[in-house]
């Protein structure tokens, strides 16, 4: 985990500066098996499989298949960065899918993805994440105000440096109006945070600093139209 994090993607001052094409040919980029390897092999995510054997447990996960249903939402939205990346807000879009434990809570698998400008260098860059959520609702009703909270992984493939991966925290609220009996519509706005560190490389290269570990955040707005098996 450790090596994916402290290669974090680089400052302004970084390798934006080489005039070598073959540089760019050589950039580290991180697979997307490189997330689920953040997601599975953190210890703060070995607490997941109990958690899911002590919900499968639990009264609620002995009702009927109509109390908690599986929901499936397409994501649209619009991402906002940490100021030290130096990349602009973009659209972003994604998948959801969710199953309710109670009337009141679901745990949730979403992905996303985003495609930012570096205000640097005017290069564009590959952003995605995994995330692992629950929400919880504050009212019952037709309109219904949530909180979520989860963990996950995620991914920056920059095309003129070296890529990186890190572990992630989120946060965030929403309302959810239910237009139907299967169909809802819902909005919210959601925080991420990770710690990452900062390189900066000359013009060959190679590694010239190295920043200590700070945390940054990631802001994204969602809306969702879902649709419940």
Known sequence: MESYT?????????PDSSSDPSEVSMRRQVPLRRV????????????????ALLLAGS????????KRPIRVAPLVG??????PLALQSEFAFGMRVSMGVSDR???AMDAGHSSPVRKTSG????????????????LRGSIRPYALAGIGGQFFNF???????????????????????????????????????FTQ?????????????????????????????
């Open 159 to 197: 095309y003129d440096t070296s890529g990186t991966a890190s572990l992630l925290f989120a946060g965030g609220l929403g309302v959810e109006y239910a237009a139907g009996e299967r169909w809802s519509l819902f909005a919210e706005g959601s925080a991420d945070a990770y710690r990452a560190s």
């Open 201 to 229: 490389f000359d013009y060959r290269g190679y590694l010239v600093a190295k920043s200590l570990r700070q945390t940054l955040v990631t802001g994204v707005i969602t809306f969702g139209v879902q649709y419940g098996f």
């Open 36 to 51: 689920f390897d953040v997601l599975w092999t953190h210890p703060a995510l070995r607490a997941v499989p109990m958690l």
């Open 123 to 138: 290069s564009n860059m590959s952003f995605g994440e995994i995330r692992l959520l629950t929400t919880v609702a504050l």
């Open 59 to 66: 009264p609620a996960w002995g009702e009927s298949a109509e």
């Open 6 to 14: 402290e290669s974090s993607p680089p400052t302004s001052a970084g």
């Open 105 to 107: 809570v679901s745990i």
């Open 78 to 83: 619009a991402r906002v960065f940490a100021d």
